[in-house]
Nanobody, 133 residues
Framework: QLQLVESGGGLVQPGGSLRLSCVAP???????????MGWYRQAPGKERELVAA????????RYGDSVKGRFTISRDNAENTVYLQMNSLKPEDTAVYYC???????????????????????WGQGTQVTVSS
């Protein structure tokens, strides 16, 4: 079982920034680079939606339309960690943010449907982000 741990959430004013982190267990250090990683969010009463996803080697990223140009996903395979830098935050960004992982055989996107949460087998517990003045 792959346990992902998110951190970095909190309360921030509109226009502010936060950086989320997601750490995978040290036990998979040698194979962390075999996982596509994603960030999703879910607001009360809404479905879980893609925020960003990144390929195994970090060479390619995809973003949800609502965060393009404001959020950046990155990863450090040596540290088993994926990050989400969130800038120019808006009240509508308020949600619980989840980290997700899926082991894939290819280094690019291949046939992996990164935008669908059901494609990921492993999830963290989530971290709350609240954007409010």
């Amino acid at each position: 079982q792959l346990q992902l741990v998110e951190s970095g959430g909190g309360l921030v004013q509109p226009g502010g920034s936060l950086r989320l982190s997601c750490v995978a267990p040290r036990s998979i250090l040698s194979v962390f680079n075999q996982y596509v990683m994603g960030w999703y969010r879910q607001a009360p009463g809404k479905e879980r939606e893609l925020v960003a996803a990144i390929t195994r080697n970090g060479n390619s990223a995809r973003y949800g339309d609502s965060v393009k140009g404001r959020f950046t996903i990155s990863r450090d395979n040596a540290e088993n960690t994926v990050y989400l830098q969130m800038n120019s935050l808006k009240p509508e960004d308020t949600a619980v943010y989840y980290c997700a992982a899926e082991k894939v055989e290819w280094t690019g996107w291949g046939q992996f449907a990164y935008e669908y949460p059901e494609e990921y087998d492993y999830w963290g517990q989530g971290t709350q982000v609240t954007v409010s003045s």
